[in-house]
């Protein structure tokens, strides 16, 4: 995409035509979006969470009704192949949509909790409260699904948001844009802000009440650092290098069928994408020689009986072939595939899916997140060996295990430092909205879905309730005689077989005591 004049120039990755021209937000307008944004919050957030919901389901319907036509937005700003933007990037969506439908009620509402003996007469509850303007920064690679479903959690809580979709898939943004707009949902609601890291920066100075940013390592800890000075919460859904271990024992033409479409599907461009595969020493060669041939079969292009599309983001293209070439430089093999040298970028994105063998984690492809369709393949000897591998690494966003011992892949899954695991199977636990997603180390701080993916956008408001009729308590002043009564109290309380007769006693008599000091 380029900026010309006022407007930006948009084409394709996977056919190198201009697609559109879009007019990009002005970084002189942030300060209004946010004025009528905060100015919206009184309205949104005190509708009922059923009337919020009734603007979703709108928007859910909307999205049914119109999905190939959105399909067809996304892979023309993407590249990816078209059953990938309807299966990985709307579905989901969608989905997302139906169980905040679903849950958000109960999830919102208010939640009555225990109370504790010793404050004996009083009721405990918890009450959500929207947090305000929430600021959301989604990417390129899913710009639908990673822009909506925070979007719609927050919207859900009561919040208003200001979203700022990627500006390397402006298309998508706009489209969201629009759907938002035919929904009906009330001006100011959900604003968008189209365009570059400027804007970015610009919307995290405004001081938003909450920030969710999806991307890159290095912007997330800009954003951090920027939260940080203003006590800004925030969530950070960053990168992965995420491993995939294979056993002796495993299933392996549904391993290797996994490997490929857990490294390759949407180019490799996933968070959570198979990015390294260590294999038991005993089927490593049988696991290569499969791995080899399938990838030589799969077809690449932008029709419907293709698999795979082109890269996004030409700067990616940079970061894959550095990766390669440094690989290949100390000594790791390219069974399948072809050098950089050999690739041709210049107007499209198209790069061929690669697998390598004989690398180790002296080279960045073991270490550094590739994002592009690049498998490297190791051997290893011992299931304590391939849990440290698998573990060194400055990330952990998700992992598979592939076995047929269910035993051996829950102690292996337990051993992984990673927000999530998947056992003879790959990336699917995004799916379901049940589960939290997130990650641990450099990928990223707090998680989303489900309940979790709800609260995370409300205060908790911790409420307790006395009926007012007592005219003091019994911990309140004046504290004169107090003391030996609160001890006995709190030890026949606390000790291993509680005395509830002496409790009692020592209970009566501090309102005794209480009361008898207010009179006098």
Known sequence: ???????????????????????????????????????????????????????????????????????????????????????A??????????????????????????????LIGKKSYIEYMARGTVLVISP???????????????????????????????????????????????KGTIQFAHGGKELGAALTEQKPDYIFFTGSVRTGKIIGEVAAKHSIPTTLELGGKDPMIVLRDANLERAVNGALWGAFTNSGQVCMSVERVYVERPVYQEFLALLKEKTKSMKQGSHF???????????????????????LNKGAILEAGKQPKEWKTEE????????????????????????????????????????????ESEYGLNSSVWTNDKEKA??????????????????????????????????GIGRYHGEQGLKIFCHEKAIMVDNGRKDAEIQWYPYEGKYKSFLSLFQNYFSVKPNWIKFVKDYLQLIKISKAKRKS
């Open 1 to 87: 995409m380029e900026e010309i004049h006022d407007k930006w120039e948009v084409f394709s990755p996977a056919t190198g035509e201009k697609i559109a021209e879009i007019e990009p937000t002005q970084v002189g307008a942030i300060p209004h979006l946010y004025t009528k944004s905060r100015q919206s919050f009184q309205a949104w957030s005190k509708l009922s969470i059923s009337e919020r919901l009734h603007y979703l389901r709108t928007l859910r319907l909307l999205m049914v009704e119109k999905m190939d036509e959105i399909a067809e937005v996304i892979s023309k700003d993407t590249g990816k192949v078209k059953i990938e933007a309807l299966v």
């Open 89 to 118: 990037d709307i579905m989901p969506t969608i989905d997302a949509i139906k169980h905040i439908e679903k849950h958000a009620m109960k999830a919102l509402s208010g939640k009555k909790v225990a109370t504790p003996l010793l």
């Open 140 to 186: 390129w690679n899913y710009p639908l699904q990673l822009a909506m479903v925070p979007i719609l959690n927050a919207l859900a809580a009561g919040n208003t948001v200001i979203a700022k979709p990627s500006e390397v898939t402006p298309l998508v943004g706009v489209c969201i844009e629009n759907l938002f707009i035919e929904a009906g949902f009330p």
């Open 305 to 327: 009986e293709d698999d795979i599309g082109s890269m996004t983001f030409p700067a990616q293209v940079d970061i894959v072939a550095g990766h390669l070439e440094d690989a």
């Open 348 to 391: 499209t994105h198209f790069i061929p899916p690669m697998i390598l063998s004989n690398v180790d984690h002296s080279m960045r492809i073991m270490n550094e997140e590739t994002f592009g369709p690049v498998l490297p393949v190791m051997p290893f000897d011992s299931e304590e060996e391939v849990v440290a591998l698998a573990n």
């Open 410 to 443: 829950r102690r292996i899954a337990s051993q992984l430092v990673t927000g999530a695991v998947t056992i003879n199977d790959v990336l699917i636990t995004v799916a379901n909205h049940h589960l939290p997603f997130g990650g641990t180390k450099q990928s």
